[in-house]
């Protein structure tokens, strides 16, 4: 326990909320409702900031649009995982100078976790003069200040100090879905995974208390939420920075007994901290959907260790066959990145048989891109592009025909499924472990539970008729 985790005072998000209701009065003056659009990159976790900012935006006043034309404020939400997902905020960041050029009042942010490494906001201040914020993930909660030095002060305003991180609640949110939530149990990560940027940019673990998540639960599932995906980089280690005496297999029972028929998910599980206990509390309640996502990231215990995550082959796999045994239907899928520098063709070859061996029913695959900063860049890596290729080809198309089996392995079945929404002619519907199901009926039924018998299936989905009961 180290009970360091900062909680922004009530004095503070107050002060914001002053914020909020002055930019309301700047718009109001000149008799314009303001508009804005919020673009997001990236995880969960910023699907979830994002909600927060287009709160701050909506409580300030603004309509929220799906474009960046004629927007009077823009933000981009950024992530920072791989070079590829950077080099498409610093294009996208580009194009917009063309819209703000039609429309000069334009206001253009960068946030999200792009916004915690100095090297991308040195090129910001040099290269990308049309973007008048900058604010790191630190400072999301004074979007609103931020906000209004832009519009009152005319100059630039940088929000980028590093920091361990805070916890700040009750921000203005602004939900997406109202039958599906996210709610973020926990910010940032302790383990620096030697390839990964997530730790330097969100700083440390910081657990939130569980009568706060409770009680935003209680309020969702009031309200109608139907499906409560509980959020954090490894959510298995929740609540080791309180004193509550709470751990997350303790949470997740405690909500559980909320009154109501809803679901729980959660994600991520970090395979080292996943324990019996929090199988066991899965398998214990039909609220607690029987789906899993473990990333093992290698299936060999010398580049396990080289990522610094703190389990072998052997330990994963023992997890996975116990949570497998309590839970005979789970659902599992994980994160695997190829070419980690050094990676050999035989602990390629060893990446590939744990996948034969586990059957995931899907994978997110990636190439191992070098983050500046992380040990990992300055690794020694050569391995060419093109072999990192084909290791990658091959990886895919082992777990697509996996997918496949297990996907036609469904036909005839029956699950419980929650009806979601409408895609062209069909309802879709989401089955326990989380797989996409299209069937025809009335829209009526959309946000209950139905019993869908599986008729036909895809690599990546799955189609099936409403049983009758
Ligand atoms: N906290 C989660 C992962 C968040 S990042 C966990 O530990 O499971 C999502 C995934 O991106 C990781 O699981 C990893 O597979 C991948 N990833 C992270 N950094 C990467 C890098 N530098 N190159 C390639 N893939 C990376
Ligand atoms: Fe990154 Fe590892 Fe933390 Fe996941 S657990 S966010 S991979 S450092
Ligand atoms: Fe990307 Fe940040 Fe999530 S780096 S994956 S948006 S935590």
Not at 223 to 252: C, H, M, P, W
Request: glycine letters at 8%; proline letters at 4%; one cysteine or more.
């Amino acid at each position: 326990m180290n009970n360091q985790t900062t909680v922004i005072s009530q004095d503070k998000l107050d002060a914001q909320l002053a914020y909020c209701n002055k930019i309301n009065d700047l718009w109001r003056s000149r008799g314009i409702t303001p508009t804005a659009y919020v673009e997001t990159y990236g995880c969960q976790q910023n699907e979830a900031d994002s909600e927060k900012l287009r709160g701050i935006l909506c409580e300030s006043g603004y309509a929220i649009t799906d474009t960046a034309e004629n927007a009077d404020v823009v933000v981009m939400n950024t992530c920072a995982i791989r070079e590829h997902a950077e080099q498409r905020v610093f294009g996208n960041l580009g194009a917009l100078t063309h819209t703000k050029r039609r429309h000069p009042g334009q206001k253009i942010f960068l946030c999200g976790c792009m916004a915690g490494q100095t090297v991308v906001t040195d090129r910001i201040k040099k290269s990308y003069p049309h973007v008048d914020g900058v604010f790191s993930t630190h400072h999301l909660w004074q979007f609103a200040e931020i906000l209004y030095r832009v519009l009152t002060a005319g100059k630039r305003v940088f929000y980028i100090e590093d920091e361990p991180g805070s916890i700040a609640e009750g921000l203005p949110q602004m939900r997406d879905h109202t039958l599906k939530a996210w709610v973020s149990i926990m910010y940032g990560c302790n383990n620096f995974c030697t390839y990964c940027i997530v730790p330097y940019v969100r700083g440390r673990e910081r657990s939130r208390k569980s009568g706060d998540i409770l009680a935003e639960c209680r309020q969702l599932i009031e309200n109608g939420t139907r499906e409560i995906t509980l959020l954090g980089q490894n959510v298995n280690s929740y609540g080791k920075d309180l004193d509550e005496g709470v751990d997350f297999a303790d949470l997740l029972l405690k909500i559980a007994e909320i009154p109501g028929d809803f679901l729980i998910r959660f994600m991520t599980s970090h395979p080292r901290d996943a324990s019996q206990k929090l199988f066991d509390a899965m398998a214990s309640s039909p609220k607690i959907a029987k789906q899993l996502h473990l990333p093992f990231q290698s299936g060999s215990s010398r580049v396990l260790k080289a990522m610094n995550r703190h389990y072998d082959r052997e330990v994963y796999l023992q997890k996975v066959n116990y949570a497998k045994s309590v839970m005979p239907d789970l659902v599992l899928t994980s994160d695997v990145i190829v070419g980690f520098p050094g990676e050999t063709e035989e602990e390629f070859e060893e990446t590939i048989s744990l996948i034969q061996q586990v059957r995931y029913d899907s994978l997110f695959t990636f190439i191992f891109s070098p983050r500046p900063g992380t040990p990992a860049a300055k690794m020694e890596d050569l391995t060419p592009k093109e072999e990192k290729n084909r290791r990658f080809d091959k990886l895919c198309a082992v777990q697509n025909t996996i997918s496949e089996e297990i996907h036609s392995g469904y036909i005839g079945k029956t699950f419980r499924c929650l009806i979601d929404g409408t895609d062209k002619d069909f309802l879709t519907a989401r089955t326990e472990g989380g797989r996409l199901v299209r069937l025809q009926g009335d829209k009526a039924l959309i946000g209950t539970f139905q019993p869908v018998t599986i008729t036909g299936s895809t690599t990546w989905s799955l189609t099936g008729t409403l049983n009758k009961e």
